[in-house]
T-cell receptor, first 111, second 117 residues
Framework: SQELEQSPQSLIVQEGKNLTINCTSSKTLYGLYWYKQKYGEGLIFLMMLQKGGEEKSHEKITAKLDEKKQQSSLHITASQPSHAGIYLCGADRRGSYIPTFGRGTSLIVHP | GAVVSQHPSRVICKSGTSVKIECRSLDFQATTMFWYRQFPKQSLMLMATSNEGSKATYEQGVEKDKFLINHASLTLSTLTVTSAHPEDSSFYIC?????????????FGEGSRLTVL
């Protein structure tokens, strides 16, 4: 099965600070997703990365997949309270199109 | 954008009863849907892959007689928790892709919180 390790497990930052969340796999990733979730609610799609070295941005959030396609990072610039939530990385299980997820990173942004 | 809708969003039932949760793709056809379970402060645990017109594929450790999945049409999959017990209380969430394989975006429903008394 695809094991995805996320770090840090939780993060508390002051509004305006930059932050990075990492997602690491021991195996090559084919299709890496980033989602945001507020507890008890559905997941909001942020970005999908497929190619080594690929980088995508949406507003103040940037995600990148390394060349080896085993690590992805999610970077938030000038964080705001609205960025608070749980960030989950997901990837398709090797040899299939079945998505599985890391344990998530809980982000709190203090105003 | 594509939308996946779940119903009900919250349900409370008595121990021993069965509960059905619906997952609908509102503006696209989904031959495959995924059902997840999430415990507080934990990640999504894949329960099963729901395949339109055929049997669902269950993950190891998930009881298929306990969690019945039916995917009778290209826009609807249902999860029935049979003879529910308090330990079945959880947040259940479904997802579907807008295209076959992994080329389509993966959209999630709003989730259904089940509380078994």
């Amino acid at each position: 099965s695809q094991e995805l390790e996320q770090s840090p497990q939780s993060l508390i930052v002051q509004e305006g600070k930059n932050l990075t969340i990492n997602c690491t796999s021991s195996k090559t990733l084919y299709g890496l997703y980033w989602y945001k979730q507020k507890y008890g609610e559905g997941l909001i799609f942020l970005m999908m990365l497929q190619k080594g070295g690929e980088e995508k941005s949406h507003e103040k959030i940037t995600a990148k997949l390394d060349e080896k396609k085993q690590q992805s990072s999610l970077h938030i610039t000038a964080s705001q309270p609205s960025h608070a939530g749980i960030y989950l990385c997901g990837a398709d299980r090797r040899g299939s199109y079945i998505p599985t997820f890391g344990r998530g990173t809980s982000l709190i942004v203090h105003p | 954008g594509a939308v996946v809708s779940q119903h009900p969003s919250r349900v409370i039932c008595k121990s021993g009863t069965s509960v059905k949760i619906e997952c609908r793709s509102l503006d696209f056809q989904a031959t495959t849907m995924f059902w997840y379970r999430q415990f507080p402060k934990q990640s999504l645990m894949l329960m099963a892959t729901s395949n339109e017109g055929s049997k669902a594929t269950y993950e190891q450790g998930v009881e298929k007689d306990k969690f019945l999945i039916n995917h009778a049409s290209l826009t609807l999959s249902t999860l029935t928790v049979t003879s529910a017990h308090p330990e079945d209380s959880s947040f259940y969430i479904c997802s579907a892709r807008t295209a076959s394989g992994n080329t389509g975006e993966l959209f999630f429903g709003e989730g259904s919180r089940l509380t078994v008394l």
